[in-house]
């Protein structure tokens, strides 16, 4: 086990769609770049299998397909979750390069015929999803990124990041594989490393079966959060529907080649429920699939059959790019989508952004700044990117302002000391204790925790009964025992699920209404405060307490 | 559990390992290559990534019973 000190212009840490177009962006500019996943960035994060869709307007000549009429989407379905300046900066003013920059790296988003094949959903005026063929995207996004001569650290999990007078100037971490420590000195920093997944009980058993990748578990957050970073957003609980066993992605799919939600007693219920019906925003799908499940309508099934021929060929193939195993689920548990309505249920809760427009994580600016100088972030883990289109362009977005950043710098002005031994060594202390608990015996009842306390039906009293418990179980994070470096990284993703599990309980505490529900739904303050709570709670650490305050978005 | 490796196809390239984003994938030792098993099964996330990217199509996929029954 060694100790490898790097030295660069901007270290990436994580490497999926964000952290990969971050990486370009910053290459594309001149300066060295260091990118670490905790997995192969040819196939890592949420999108790592595949992905078949991609949020856009196009200018098309259809009056809801402009940059204005996206923003006034944004404004109606985000209600106040995301300043509209900033979105415009880090998404709108990037989108033509995304999308060109698709092209160029050989997965554009195109069909064969040249042509955008367009769905609509979500609460959308018009069809903004592109549906495209993604089933490469990382192989082909993980080759640029090489042959731009980026330092690609495979299998690599950042711990923490360093600090020196204020600044963030770069990260530590280490290979699962070899152990080796890695002292990354970096002018400027981007945390790319996506939600927060494992964080709530799993209806479908295995906590590792999520809708989105379950190797995102928040690190990033904490890392920024610890170096003096805001976050905002972090109180939402993401949920959606997905097939009953396996919790894959496929919603904006199904429902925007017309699937209809359809209940036990044989109701098509969305469509009495919501002027939208089917393609309502998907927050209120998921509420109101829950309150018919409460009602005793369920099982809820997603239904097809309607559906001709040729769109349910369209539909079968695209469920395979979002999710390539989704075809061989189907045909192993015998569901076809044109013979019978498919069984669905509610997914698990994520930290994740209240919309697909809006997001939650590390507090960004229009340049995907945080709020401490060095540190940028982008993608699902900063608070105004989300999703595949977030992901493109934020990514980029980040990159070329960290390079700027980095670039700009004379020189820096004082190192932080060396790390002794002595300090990496308490991020690898479980790999050397004669005895103590797996991670998963503290994971575990985390999870129970937070979906019995600080789930989709909140209200003061649960909320601080859970920032009890999960303080109970702070305790024994000392005592964890990792049997080999696998079993490390998993330890050290459990500190990162603990924290973001005492932030989201905190900030739900804090927000005094209810949003987007049942994302952010108080039982004991059931209204939506627009006088009051329209924008976003924001969240610093203050010692080793956290602290909540308010910002309205404009 | 998903993978499922045919040790007669697989060269033992070692790709599946390299690209497993849960790092379940580990090479071990078997007569005169090294094939791949799965060390983490209940840690896999049915991604697909090695079947796709598997140059000898050694690898399937089997959705295990609890994800198949519920």
Redesign the interface.
Known sequence: MEILELSTDVLVIGGGLAGANTAMAAAEKGARVVVAD???I????DI???VDHFMAFLNQGQEWDTQDAFLSYVENVGRGTGHLSIIESVYCAELTDAIDRMARIGNPLTQADGSFYRTRSMGQPGPYWINFNG??L??RLGKAVRKLGCTVL??VMMVDLLTHQGAVVGGLGFH?RSGNFYVIQAKATVIATGNTNRLYENP???P???LL???DTGDGQIMALKAGAALTNMEYMRMTLLP???A?PGFNALVGMGGRFLNGLGEYYMEKHHTMGNRAPRYEVVYYTLEEIRKGHGPIYIDCRHLSQKDLDHLRASLGYD???LP??FD??GEDLGSKPVEITVSEGMQAGPTEVTGSGVKIDKNSASTVPGLFACGDASDHNRCVHGAVAGGYKAGKSAASYALGLKRVDSHPKSLTREEIDRFVAPLYRSSGYPYRQIEDPIRKIMAEHVGPMRSANSLRVGLKKLGDIERYLDEMKANDL?EL?RTNETRSILSVGKIMATTALFRTESRNKPYHHRLDFPKTDNTNWCGLVVVQREGNELSCSFEATT | M?PIFDIKKCSGCGLCD??????AIYLKDYEEKEIPFL??P????????C???CPEGAIS???PP?????
Not at chain 1, 42 to 45: H, I, N
Request: charged letters at 30%; one cysteine or more; hydrophobic letters at 25%.
């Open positions: 905790k997995g192969n040819d196939r890592s994060g790592g299998g595949g089933k490469r990382k192989p495979d299998k699962v479908r058993i295995n590792f079966n999520t990748c379950p190797f009953k066993g396996f894959a999710k390539d195993t061989d689920y192993q548990r696998h990284m | 998903p390299s690209i497993c984003m849960a790092d060390k983490y209940d840690e896999c996330w049915h991604c697909g990534s079947r796709q990217d996929i089997q959705f609890d994800m198949l029954s519920i």
